[in-house]
């Protein structure tokens, strides 16, 4: 596990503590580390699975591998 | 209850191959109640997968990495949300995998789930491989692309 230090508004903290207070969230690390998935996932910009899905369509020069073919293939490499 | 989810389960979720709508379903079904398991070495298989459709000239690398990074988050928050418990590659279950591989020719990776599957107790083992037909015990494994999958797993909320 790493420490990470950062400054955050008072307010922020505190409207924080009051829902934490509530029960409606564990805990500080509970929210900064879901902050943090959240945040990469905003960046990634894809909506669902399927959104991922459609873009990855869009971009495949030939059809993918099965998922059987693809897995099975890689287990077969040892 | 719990579930083995296998790893092309995961290449399914986040790859454009078929049938992507009904593994979407078996995600949205997953709770703190209806738990998904998988093994860490799952994540490795993924980064090898997507490499090898990068290898094969399917897609870009920085595609690759975009859909891996997707996958990734989405995992986290899942893991953190309770809805998935990755299991560690101990030990204890490497040298139980031994027997699998001895009495069924598994490869490692194959023996690897299958055990992790078997110690965790799970109510079943979904995998998209059609030849991944080896006795797990009680676990029965159940394939999202053949017919009636929704109606076996809706048996797990019934039960």
């Known amino acids: 596990m790493t420490n990470i230090s950062v400054s955050v508004d008072d307010e922020l903290v505190e409207w924080l503590d009051q829902l934490i207070s509530k029960g409606f969230i564990k805990n500080r690390s509970e929210a900064i580390r879901g902050g943090i998935y959240s945040f990469i996932l905003n960046k990634l910009g894809f ?5 991922l899905r459609e873009y990855l369509k869009k971009q495949q020069k030939k059809d993918f591998q099965t998922g059987k073919q693809a897995i099975r293939s890689i287990r077969e490499e040892e | 209850m719990q579930i083995y989810l296998d790893t092309n389960i995961f290449y ?6 078929e049938k992507g709508s009904i593994i979407d379903w078996l995600f949205e079904k997953l709770s703190t ?10 994540i490795v298989e993924m980064f090898r997968a997507l490499k090898k459709q990068v290898n094969l000239g399917i897609i870009e690398e920085k595609d690759a990495n975009l859909a891996l990074d997707f996958f990734l988050v989405e995992i986290g928050q899942m893991v953190q949300d309770d809805k998935i418990i990755l299991k560690p590659v101990s030990f204890k279950s490497i040298m139980a995998a031994r027997e699998l591989i001895f009495t069924y020719n598994l490869y490692a990776a194959d023996a690897l789930h299958g055990i992790t599957a078997i110690n965790s107790n799970v109510g079943a083992f979904i995998s ?23 109606e076996k797993i809706m048996n797990f909320f019934i039960e």
């Open chain 1, 47 to 51: 909506k669902s699975k399927a959104d």
């Open chain 2, 12 to 17: 399914h979720a986040y790859c454009p191959v």
């Open chain 2, 33 to 42: 109640e209806f738990q998904g398991v998988t093994s860490e070495w799952a």
């Open chain 2, 128 to 150: 998209t491989d059609s030849d991944f037909k080896y006795d797990l015990g009680t676990v029965p494994i159940i394939n999202p692309l053949e017919t009636n999958f929704k």
